[in-house]
Every structure is written in C-alpha cells, then in structure tokens.
C-alpha cells in the first residue's frame, strides 16, 4: 500500500498511523490538561481590554508615566500567556522526539520494514490529525470565549440593574 508516497506493508502501516493518532490524542490530552484553557481566555481578553485602553491613552495623548503603567499591566499579562502556552511544549516534544526516533524505529526493524518509510508516515499523520485537532479546538475555545462574554454582560446588566433597584430587590440595610 502506497501512503504519502511511502510503500508499506499493510499491517505495518496501520500500526504506525494507529500510533501517530494515539501520539496525537495524547499530546492533545496533555495540552488541555497542562495549560488552563479558561484562563487563557480570561488573560487573552483581559489583553485585548488594557490594549484597547493603552490604544485610547496613546490617542488622548495622555502622560507618559500612564501610559508605561498600562503597558506594563499588558506585558505581564502577555508574559503569564507565553508561559502558558509553552509549558505542554516541554512535555510533548520529548515525548514525540522518543516516539520517532526510538519506539517506531525499533518496532519497525522488529517487523523488518524500513524505517525512514514508517517514520514518514508517522510525521504525516500527526501533522494531519494535529492541523485537524488544533482548528476543532480553536474552534470550541471561540464559541466558548463567546458564551463567557455573553454570560459577563448578561451579570453586569443584571448587577447594574440591582444596584438601580430595578430587579426588586432592596438594597437598603
């Protein structure tokens, strides 16, 4: 069987693309599990807010000593992101490097196949089904950032109409 321009052995090529879609759920799996997929959110918006404002102080030509204090709220927060996001790196890619370069060679010279072969068709499945897997969650993050900004306003209309009295309740003491 030819696959990605690879010849195989059938069995041979199942059992790799069986292991670069299990590589692929794993480092998927470790990635949300490793980083806080809600507080990314909550910083990324929170960083699309004080930028937002640092754009409008820099508009009103406003003090300079304002506008590094605001710049500096979103450095820290740009910073905390980048930590973020590259902590399941340091776990995943050690895992791949030992997937690709020791396991599969090895269980591919145990079956007698060639090993460049097997190793290519493991790079291209877990390049496809990371593309794949990656804009499917992109995709679920985006309809979730929406709900949790839709929920915020929803709770600071009702806040704003409480503390007007406007829902009933009484908030003298």
């Known amino acids: 069987m030819d696959i990605f321009g690879v010849s195989l052995p059938v069995g041979a090529e199942m059992v790799v693309i069986v292991i670069g879609a299990l ?12 980083m806080n997929p809600k507080r990314m959110r909550e910083v990324q918006s929170q ?8 754009n409008a102080l820099v508009k009103s030509n406003a003090p300079k000593e304002q506008q590094a204090a605001k710049q500096s709220e979103v450095m820290k ?7 973020t996001s590259m902590k399941p790196m340091f776990v995943i890619m050690p895992i791949f490097l030992v997937v ?12 007698g196949m060639a090993t460049k072969s ?6 291209y499945t877990v390049l496809i089904l990371g593309l794949v897997s990656s804009m499917v969650i992109l995709l679920y993050d ?7 900004e839709k929920v915020l306003q ?13 829902l009933g309740v009484k908030t003298h003491m």
Do not use: H
């Open 23 to 34: 590589y692929t759920l794993a480092s998927v799996l470790l990635q949300r599990k490793l």
């Open 47 to 54: 960083i699309k807010k004080l930028t937002n404002e640092l």
């Open 77 to 83: 927060l740009m910073g905390e992101s980048m930590r």
């Open 100 to 111: 690709y370069y020791l396991v599969l060679p090895a269980l591919l010279l145990a079956v």
């Open 118 to 123: 097997g190793q290519s068709v493991f790079f």
């Open 142 to 148: 985006r309809s979730m950032t929406k709900k949790e």
């Open 154 to 166: 929803t709770d600071e209309q009702n806040l704003e109409k409480a503390e007007k009295g406007e």
